[in-house]
């Protein structure tokens, strides 16, 4: 049974699909950080650049978005004779911005439904490949006497099976949707394309046996807006309890740096500026005294897992695994094809590139939104150690020879940490009188005063401080 659940009641909107009792998928929306994929934008082309046949689009958005030459439906044989800086169009994002670089856009706009996807400008339409030619040629003649000249739809494999009807009944939504939206003079947002409430939906609509929401107004939203799906749209007061899931607890899990799996493979994921790499760590497994073939039954589970979760944090990008170890060749491959095989379920784009001379295994996945990491977690900040903290401050303290007195703040820390440093007395070296007192707040070092001794002294008095003078 899959269940798509959707928790609305809460700043942090969460969508968890789960499938037989395990989650298959998590996906979340914050206010302040607005997810563009999908949304729909007016802009004006900023710059073109013919070396790059792209041009960058100004969508009311911090950085301006990207757009290529051949994502415009009516371009001709180069971007300078397709669009002119200053021309107001619209545009669609494909790839969220990431670090300084804007979207990536598409003039060639589309509205997705279950069955069908409207493009304003589409001209023709599409038919699935997985749809049979017979079929396809019938569903592609009806389709096309329902659009006007210039409009196009593509239509998805699950058209095939359903009645011609409410294909066209969510073709004629779609359409007013597009037609009833506001014109705006400033580039900006014209239509958003809602993460949880759209996206995921129709990303799992088919072979889902219920929607799930915690908000009765929402339920009913959810049933006009894809009545095909109406009796599977449920509304349950308490999600966490029906679902068997709570949204902190899988966030703790979805971004723990190690997992271990139930056969105690251990995978550690790190993340780069550039890439996502992932270890792979069999010590629990190899006191079973490992034969010559179990390497690969280790490798194979822990590529699994590594399928999983790469598709549970939304990584994205280049991924590298460094997998155990195994002198046979024909192990290599077989564990390249297995780990193609997993990433399958994914429905994102992944594609396994293959392994380098170094023994690691190459692997891409096509980024759309954040990944949890990203959404969750701050970046991580370089901090000196201890030691280099402790030696910062002698260095500090012997440049500022012309203080007669200083006051520093030290924490507990590198206050005793002090003692085991210094092996020789440098008090002779340190050119002031120093009064040291320990602050619980700290993680290193402040100078709270420098001056005159006296001046020292009466403020450390005024203010109550326990000091010593340390060196």
Same mark, same amino acid.
């Given at each position: 049974?899959? @269940?798509?659940?959707?928790?609305?009641?809460?700043?942090?909107?969460?969508?968890?699909?789960?499938?037989?009792?395990?989650?298959?998928?998590?996906?979340?929306?914050?206010?302040?950080?607005?997810?563009?994929?999908?949304?729909?934008?007016?802009?004006?082309?900023?710059?073109?650049?013919?070396?790059?046949?792209?041009?960058?689009?100004?969508?009311?958005?911090?950085?301006?978005?990207?757009?290529?030459?051949?994502?415009?439906?009516?371009?001709?044989?180069?971007?300078?004779?397709?669009?002119?800086?200053?021309?107001?169009?619209?545009?669609?994002?494909?790839?969220?911005?990431?670090?300084?670089?804007?979207?990536?856009?598409?003039?060639?706009?589309?509205?997705?439904?279950?069955?069908?996807?409207?493009?304003?400008?589409?001209?023709?339409?599409?038919?699935?490949?997985?749809?049979?030619?017979?079929?396809?040629?019938?569903?592609?003649?009806?389709?096309?006497?329902?659009?006007?000249?210039?409009?196009?739809?593509?239509?998805?494999?699950?058209?095939?099976?359903?009645?011609?009807?409410?294909?066209?009944?969510?073709?004629?939504?779609?359409?007013?949707?597009?037609?009833?939206?506001?014109?705006?003079?400033?580039?900006?947002?014209?239509?958003?394309?809602?993460?949880?409430?759209?996206?995921?939906?129709?990303?799992?609509?088919?072979?889902?046996?219920?929607?799930?929401?915690?908000?009765?107004?929402?339920?009913?939203?959810?049933?006009?807006?894809?009545?095909?799906?109406?009796?599977?749209?449920?509304?349950?007061?308490?999600?966490?309890?029906? @679902?068997?899931?709570?949204?902190?607890?899988?966030?703790?899990?979805?971004?723990?740096?190690?997992?271990?799996?139930?056969?105690?493979?251990?995978?550690?994921?790190?993340?780069?500026?550039?890439?996502?790499?992932?270890?792979?760590?069999?010590?629990?497994?190899?006191?079973?005294?490992?034969?010559?073939?179990?390497?690969?039954?280790?490798?194979?589970?822990?590529?699994?897992?590594?399928?999983?979760?790469?598709?549970?944090?939304?990584?994205?990008?280049?991924?590298?695994?460094?997998?155990?170890?195994?002198?046979?060749?024909?192990?290599?491959?077989?564990?390249?094809?297995?780990?193609?095989?997993?990433?399958?379920?994914?429905?994102?784009?992944?594609?396994?590139?293959?392994?380098?001379?170094?023994?690691?295994?190459?692997?891409?996945?096509?980024?759309?939104?954040?990944?949890?990491?990203?959404?969750?977690?701050?970046?991580?900040?370089?901090?000196?150690?201890?030691?280099?903290?402790?030696?910062?401050?002698?260095?500090?303290?012997?440049?500022?020879?012309?203080?007669?007195?200083?006051?520093?703040?030290?924490?507990?820390?590198?206050?005793?940490?002090?003692?085991?440093?210094?092996?020789?007395?440098?008090?002779?070296?340190?050119?002031?009188?120093?009064?040291?007192?320990?602050?619980?707040?700290?993680?290193?070092?402040?100078?709270?005063?420098?001056?005159?001794?006296?001046?020292?002294?009466?403020?450390?008095?005024?203010?109550?401080?326990?000091?010593?003078?340390?060196?």
């Amino acid at each position: 049974m899959r @269940t798509i659940a959707i928790h609305t009641k809460t700043s942090e909107k969460v969508g968890l699909v789960i499938d037989n009792g395990q989650l298959i998928e998590y996906m979340a929306t914050r206010p302040e950080a607005s997810q563009l994929s999908g949304s729909i934008f007016k802009g004006t082309v900023k710059t073109i650049h013919k070396s790059m046949q792209a041009a960058f689009v100004d969508i009311g958005e911090s950085r301006q978005a990207f757009l290529k030459k051949e994502l415009i439906p009516w371009g001709r044989k180069t971007i300078e004779n397709s669009i002119t800086e200053g021309q107001s169009l619209y545009v669609q994002v494909t790839k969220e911005p990431i670090d300084s670089k804007g979207a990536q856009v598409t003039a060639d706009l589309t509205l997705p439904g279950l069955f069908t996807i409207y493009q304003p400008y589409g001209k023709k339409v599409s038919v699935s490949r997985k749809i049979e030619k017979h079929q396809a040629a019938h569903l592609k003649e009806q389709v096309s006497n329902f659009l006007e000249e210039g409009e196009g739809a593509i239509l998805r494999t699950n058209a095939a099976d359903t009645d011609l009807s409410l294909i066209k009944g969510e073709l004629k939504r779609l359409k007013s949707e597009w037609n009833s939206l506001n014109d705006r003079k400033k580039p900006g947002v014209m239509w958003r394309d809602d993460v949880l409430l759209n996206q995921l939906i129709r990303k799992y609509a088919n072979g889902s046996d219920e929607v799930v929401v915690d908000d009765s107004e929402i339920s009913q939203f959810l049933k006009k807006r894809f009545p095909y799906m109406e009796n599977k749209i449920k509304w349950r007061k308490n999600m966490a309890q029906y @679902t068997n899931h709570s949204i902190n607890e899988l966030q703790d899990l979805l971004t723990k740096r190690t997992i271990t799996t139930d056969e105690g493979v251990q995978l550690v994921f790190d993340k780069t500026e550039a890439m996502t790499v992932v270890d792979v760590n069999s010590h629990r497994y190899m006191d079973r005294s490992l034969s010559s073939d179990d390497p690969l039954k280790v490798n194979k589970r822990a590529a699994s897992e590594i399928a999983k979760q790469v598709r549970l944090r939304n990584e994205s990008g280049m991924i590298l695994i460094d997998f155990i170890s195994m002198k046979s060749s024909a192990h290599n491959q077989e564990l390249l094809q297995w780990l193609r095989q997993e990433i399958k379920k994914d429905p994102i784009t992944c594609k396994v590139h293959g392994m380098t001379k170094l023994g690691l295994v190459e692997m891409t996945r096509t980024r759309q939104l954040p990944s949890v990491h990203a959404q969750l977690l701050q970046l991580p900040e370089t901090k000196y150690n201890l030691p280099t903290l402790w030696y910062r401050l002698e260095r500090y303290l012997m440049s500022q020879e012309h203080q007669e007195a200083v006051l520093v703040s030290v924490s507990p820390d590198l206050y005793n940490l002090k003692k085991q440093l210094l092996l020789e007395p440098i008090s002779s070296k340190i050119p002031q009188e120093l009064f040291v007192r320990q602050n619980d707040h700290l993680t290193g070092w402040q100078i709270e005063l420098e001056g005159s001794l006296d001046i020292i002294r009466e403020a450390a008095h005024r203010r109550g401080y326990n000091v010593d003078k340390l060196f």
